[in-house]
T-cell receptor
Framework: NAGVMQNPRHLVRRRGQEARLRCSPM?????VYWYRQLPEEGLKFMVY????????ESGMPKERFSAEFPKEGPSILRIQQVVRGDSAAYFC??????????????FGSGTRLTVV | KQEVTQIPAALSVPEGENLVLNCSFT??????LQWFRQDPGKGLTSLLL?????REQTSGRLNASLDKSSGRSTLYIAASQPGDSATYLC?????????FGTGTSLTVIP
């Protein structure tokens, strides 16, 4: 079991470019959560997805940010027209299907986005 | 909205000491509570998960307790080692997402 896989580990983008962050959940998990960790701050919830559905995006900025979790392939967190304030570590976590409330998160190693 | 607080924000202890990290939360309607460890520049490693119906969980030198009615959890680390140096995060889960505290940064001095 390879765990939750995130790539790339580090991503550098210039202001105005697009950033795409990928997350492959653990085998058998169909619930994916994205969190952002700003320097010297705690983890903040962004979005919760199940396969092909966004369940809760209450933590997602209204503009420039979007997320998807297609039927096939990894979950993608997309940030358009990045700004310096988007520089952070972005973590993905997954939960087991159908029994999520009994289990905890398994986190990926994160993607560290730097906007220059 | 759930708010999670961790005290202290930072802690420095000599090797071998036993220590307690505290976590408090404002909404007692939780499904479970999870303690994580985060090393600098790394991801989160799950340490212990306590269901809302449980009072404590143990793993090796770690023991986590949960008092849901008072909105508190503690993580007890016995016989601390330099390798325990990291940031420890508490997260509580309600209906949907987990809510995280800002963590306790632990340094164990050899």
């Amino acid at each position: 079991n390879a765990g939750v896989m995130q790539n790339p580990r580090h991503l550098v983008r210039r202001r105005g470019q697009e950033a795409r962050l990928r997350c492959s959940p653990m085998k058998g998990h169909s619930h994916v959560y994205w969190y952002r960790q700003l320097p010297e701050e705690g983890l903040k919830f962004m979005v919760y997805l199940q396969k092909e559905n966004i369940i809760d995006e209450s933590g997602m900025p209204k503009e420039r940010f979007s997320a998807e979790f297609p039927k096939e392939g990894p979950s993608i967190l997309r940030i358009q027209q990045v700004v310096r304030g988007d520089s952070a570590a972005y973590f993905c976590a997954s939960l087991a299907t159908g029994q999520g409330f009994l289990y905890g998160y398994t986190f990926g190693s994160g993607t560290r986005l730097t906007v220059v | 909205k759930q708010e999670v607080t961790q005290i202290p924000a930072a802690l420095s202890v000599p090797e071998g000491e036993n220590l307690v990290l505290n976590c408090s939360f404002t909404d007692s309607a939780i499904y479970n509570l999870q303690w994580f460890r985060q090393d600098p520049g790394k991801g989160l490693t799950s340490l212990l998960l306590i269901q809302s119906s449980q009072r404590e969980q143990t793993s090796g030198r770690l023991n986590a307790s949960l008092d849901k009615s008072s909105g508190r959890s503690t993580l007890y680390i016995a016989a601390s080692q330099p390798g325990d140096s990291a940031t420890y995060l508490c997260a509580v889960r309600g209906l949907g997402q987990f809510y995280f505290g800002t963590g306790t940064s632990l340094t164990v001095i050899p």
